[in-house]
């Protein structure tokens, strides 16, 4: 019986102990961290609008590759990307690859407008 009592006092102050312990709130934490954009357009050699080009973007760190299918208009975006991971972007239109751009975690800035040129 006293031991048992022991027990219950032990687990009744390790409980206390932790409920005083600061609770991580991953949503919190995200929420504050601003989160970066990338977004323009795919064009050809005479800065027409590509529609259908597919836009890729490379997290260098992780090597996951995004893809997205530009607009009627050549517009693409690129949302919720980490401050912390540099990323590589281009482009494919018929068979035909635009320069890689990147974008840096170096860079400040938390959007960018790169424009992708297929020729």
Not at 29 to 37: C, E
Not at 53 to 59: E, Q, S, W
Not at 70 to 97: C, I, M, P
């Amino acid at each position: 019986m006293r031991r048992l009592s022991l027990i219950r006092l032990v687990v009744a102050a390790g409980l206390t102990a932790a409920a005083a312990l600061p609770i991580a709130m991953p949503t919190a934490a995200v929420a504050q961290q601003k989160q970066r954009t990338v977004e323009g357009k795919v064009i050809d050699g005479s800065d027409g609008a590509l529609k259908g080009a597919v836009v890729y973007l490379k997290d260098t760190r992780t090597q996951s590759v995004k893809s997205f299918i530009t607009s009627e208009d050549g517009a693409y975006r690129f949302g919720q990307l980490s401050q912390n991971t540099d990323y590589e972007l281009w482009a494919v239109h018929e068979g035909k690859k635009s320069n890689t751009k990147t974008v840096s975690s170096f860079d400040s800035k938390n959007a960018f407008q790169i424009n992708l040129k297929v020729n």
